[in-house]
C-alpha cells in the first residue's frame, strides 16, 4: 500500500504547485489524471456510482472543493480567485492496493480566519496519528479529535467519516472524527497492527451542518462559511502508526514522471 501512497503523495505534490489565482478546477483535475496515467495508476474517484440511483457516477479523479463546499466537488470551469480556498481529495490503486488523502490548499493569501481553520484541520489529523499510537480503541482518538476542533471554535462535520481502506477504496471500518455513545457502545474498533484506515477530519468555521447542491455531488456548509478537509491513510504496526501517503522517508524515492 505504500507504493500506492506514494503515488497519491506526488499527485498532491502536483497539485500544491498548480494551485493558484486564475486556475480552474477541471484543469487541476486534468493534470493529475494525466499524472496517473503516466504512473500506470488506477484512478479511484472516477465512475463511483452514486449511492442514489439513477443519479450520475463521479465524473472525475478528484474531489475538488472550494470554500465552503465540503466534499465531494466536481472540477468545473470555475476559476479559482485569490483568498479561495481548494480542497482536493484523490486516490489511487497501484499493484491492487489503495491510497487516498486530501489536502485543503490557500489560493495565494488568505484570511486570517481561514488559515487558522486550515491550521486546525491539519492539526486535527496530526493529533489523530499521533494518538493512534497511543490508544487502543478509535473511540478514544475521535473523542480527543473532536475536542481539540471545538476548543480552537470550530465545528466537526458529522455527515461524513473516515474508513477502512486496502484492496478497496472504501472498507470496513467507519472511521468518525466525533464519538458518541451510540457509536462507542456499537461500532468501536481496536486499534491493531495490521489495520489501515483512512482518517479524513472535515472541518467548519461556522454550523456542522451540511447540504446537498443540485450536481448531486457536491456538499456545502448550510451557512455558507468556509470548510477544511485533510486526509491520510494510516496503516497500524507492531511498531506504531505509518502514514502511508506522507512523503519519501529516508531510503525511499519516488521518481515522477509528470
Known amino acids: 500500500m505504500r507504493r500506492a501512497g506514494l503515488v497519491v503523495w506526488a499527485a498532491h505534490q ?9 486556475v480552474t478546477t477541471e484543469d487541476l ?44 466537488g466536481i472540477p468545473s470551469s470555475r476559476v479559482l480567485q485569490e483568498g479561495d480556498v481548494v480542497s482536493v481529495d484523490t486516490g489511487a490503486r ?16 488568505i484570511d486570517d480566519e481561514v488559515q487558522k481553520l486550515l491550521d486546525c484541520t491539519s492539526g486535527v489529523l496530526n493529533l489523530a496519528i499521533e494518538l493512534m499510537g497511543q490508544r487502543s480503541r478509535w473511540s478514544d482518538v ?10 480552537h471554535g470550530f465545528s466537526v462535520v458529522e455527515n461524513f467519516v473516515g ?4 484492496r478497496n477504496m472504501h472498507e470496513e471500518p467507519q472511521v468518525p ?64 502508526p505509518v502514514v502511508l501517503t506522507s512523503a519519501p522517508r529516508e531510503g525511499e524515492s519516488f521518481e515522477s514522471e509528470a
Open 177 to 240: 472524527n466525533f464519538c458518541t455513545p451510540q457509536y462507542r457502545r456499537n461500532h468501536d474498533f481496536a486499534l491493531e497492527p495490521g489495520l489501515v484506515i483512512a482518517v479524513e477530519p472535515m472541518v467548519n468555521i461556522g454550523s456542522k451542518k451540511v447540504r446537498g447542491l443540485a450536481d448531486d455531488w457536491t456538499q456545502s456548509t448550510v451557512d455558507g462559511k468556509a470548510s477544511a478537509h485533510f486526509e491520510h491513510t494510516i496503516a497500524i504496526t507492531e511498531s506504531g
Open 163 to 166: 474508513h477502512g481502506i486496502g
Open 14 to 22: 502536483l497539485a500544491r504547485s498548480l494551485v493558484r489565482p486564475g
Open 29 to 72: 483535475d486534468r493534470q493529475i489524471e494525466e499524472f496517473y496515467v503516466k504512473q500506470g495508476a488506477e484512478p479511484l474517484f472516477k465512475g463511483v456510482p452514486h449511492p442514489s440511483p439513477g443519479k450520475p457516477a463521479f465524473p472525475s479523479v478528484c474531489c475538488m472543493s472550494v470554500n465552503d463546499e465540503v466534499v465531494h
Open 142 to 151: 475521535a473523542t480527543e479529535m473532536a475536542k481539540y476542533v471545538r476548543d
Open 94 to 109: 497501484v499493484g491492487g492496493w489503495c491510497g487516498d488523502s486530501a489536502v485543503t490548499y490557500p489560493v495565494g493569501r
